[in-house]
């Protein structure tokens, strides 16, 4: 019976010894082919102390945001250490192709790529909010895993961990180009998430007893989303050229310019009204938004 407890993989040659390979060319880097893979280990989920990188074809019934797609051709997954991967819903899909690519940290030391690759945002999205890929996007990362591919099965030298190093970087930063042309090109289902990302933000404002507790957090949109908080960020600052915590403020000045010019509250109330602690806090965020203080705003009223 399959236990419902993550299974930790701390190394390479762990992973090869689940997959029933044989031991890696690499004690720190491999890359495995999915093609033919069954998942009959037993676990259903597993939590990696390593980088995971991974290009699927054959996928069926994934979710981009909260929209379930049938997809059939490539698309990428990342996940950073400590992150969980769950397995397929219904087992493995018989016509799964693709790739995996496992770095532990310990091969990015004393590299550029150790600092860089924690800038990715991408590693920190959910497993479902994949990359799709077009065949051109595809041809272009799959070229540089053969690269990799090609120098992991080579005669390893001096040279071999940065020539990875600087295909891997080359990899990260297409990945990231993609993922743009990705938020630019679904404005459909990216639209419909600033809609309800609006609503939310409407009846939390709205909320008296919400407010009490404080403002939103990107954490608060993103549960009742059901998409991870960096993927929003990174989907809000793509399509509005704003962080989440600029549209809150944004929204919050105009109730605050609704409560100044139509209600006799005073400005200390207004503020703990808007989830503000202290009032002084308050008359910063509005002057620095007005250029006004919220008592010079309510007489240009009188």
Same mark, same amino acid.
């Given at each position: 019976?399959?236990?419902?407890?993550?299974?930790?993989?701390?190394?390479?040659?762990?992973?090869?010894?689940?997959?029933?390979?044989?031991?890696?060319?690499?004690? *720190?880097?491999? &890359?495995?082919?999915?093609?033919?893979?069954?998942?009959?280990?037993?676990?259903?989920?597993?939590?990696?102390?390593?980088?995971?990188?991974?290009?699927?074809?054959?996928?069926?019934?994934?979710?981009?945001?909260?929209?379930?797609?049938?997809?059939?051709?490539?698309?990428?997954?990342?996940?950073?250490?400590?992150?969980?991967?769950?397995?397929?819903?219904?087992?493995?899909?018989?016509?799964?192709?693709?790739?995996?690519?496992?770095?532990?940290?310990?091969?990015?030391?004393?590299?550029?790529?150790? !600092?860089? &690759?924690?800038?990715?945002?991408?590693?920190?999205?959910?497993?479902?909010?994949?990359?799709? *890929?077009?065949?051109?996007?595809?041809?272009?990362?799959?070229? *540089?895993?053969?690269?990799?591919?090609?120098?992991?099965?080579?005669?390893?030298?001096?040279?071999?961990?940065?020539?990875?190093?600087?295909?891997?970087?080359?990899?990260?930063?297409? !990945?990231?180009?993609?993922?743009?042309?990705?938020?630019?090109?679904?404005?459909?289902?990216?639209?419909?998430?600033?809609?309800?990302?609006?609503?939310?933000?409407?009846?939390?404002?709205?909320?008296?007893?919400?407010?009490?507790?404080?403002?939103?957090?990107?954490?608060?949109?993103?549960?009742?989303?059901?998409?991870?908080?960096?993927?929003?960020?990174?989907?809000?600052?793509?399509?509005?050229?704003?962080?989440?915590?600029? &549209?809150?403020?944004?929204?919050? &000045?105009?109730?605050?310019?609704?409560?100044?010019?139509?209600?006799? *509250?005073?400005?200390?109330?207004?503020?703990?009204?808007?989830?503000?602690?202290?009032?002084?806090?308050?008359?910063?965020?509005?002057?620095?938004?007005?250029?006004?203080?919220?008592?010079? =705003?309510?007489?240009? =009223?009188?």
């Amino acid at each position: 019976m399959a236990s419902s407890k993550p299974y930790r993989i701390s190394s390479i040659t762990e992973i090869h010894r689940l997959m029933g390979l044989p031991k890696p060319h690499h004690p *720190l880097i491999s &890359i495995v082919d999915l093609k033919g893979m069954k998942n009959d280990t037993g676990i259903e989920a597993v939590v990696f102390d390593l980088y995971v990188i991974s290009m699927k074809r054959g996928c069926d019934g994934l979710y981009y945001g909260q929209q379930k797609y049938d997809f059939d051709e490539g698309l990428m997954a990342f996940l950073s250490p400590g992150q969980i991967l769950r397995g397929e819903e219904n087992g493995v899909p018989d016509g799964l192709e693709g790739w995996m690519l496992f770095v532990h940290p310990d091969f990015l030391w004393n590299t550029s790529l150790a !600092a860089k &690759i924690k800038r990715y945002e991408y590693f920190s999205y959910a497993t479902s909010e994949a990359l799709f *890929l077009s065949d051109k996007e595809e041809t272009v990362i799959n070229e *540089l895993i053969k690269n990799i591919r090609a120098e992991y099965y080579s005669n390893l030298d001096k040279f071999s961990q940065d020539i990875i190093i600087s295909h891997l970087e080359t990899l990260l930063k297409y !990945a990231e180009r993609f993922y743009q042309r990705q938020f630019i090109t679904r404005k459909i289902t990216n639209h419909q998430v600033l809609d309800k990302v609006e609503e939310i933000l409407t009846a939390y404002l709205n909320d008296e007893e919400l407010l009490s507790e404080g403002l939103p957090t990107v954490g608060y949109f993103a549960n009742a989303l059901n998409i991870s908080s960096k993927y929003l960020s990174s989907l809000l600052k793509q399509l509005t050229g704003q962080t989440m915590q600029q &549209i809150i403020h944004e929204k919050l &000045i105009e109730k605050a310019k609704e409560k100044l010019s139509t209600t006799r *509250l005073s400005v200390s109330e207004i503020a703990y009204q808007l989830g503000f602690e202290h009032p002084q806090s308050f008359n910063k965020l509005f002057k620095s938004k007005t250029k006004q203080s919220p008592l010079d =705003f309510r007489q240009s =009223f009188n």
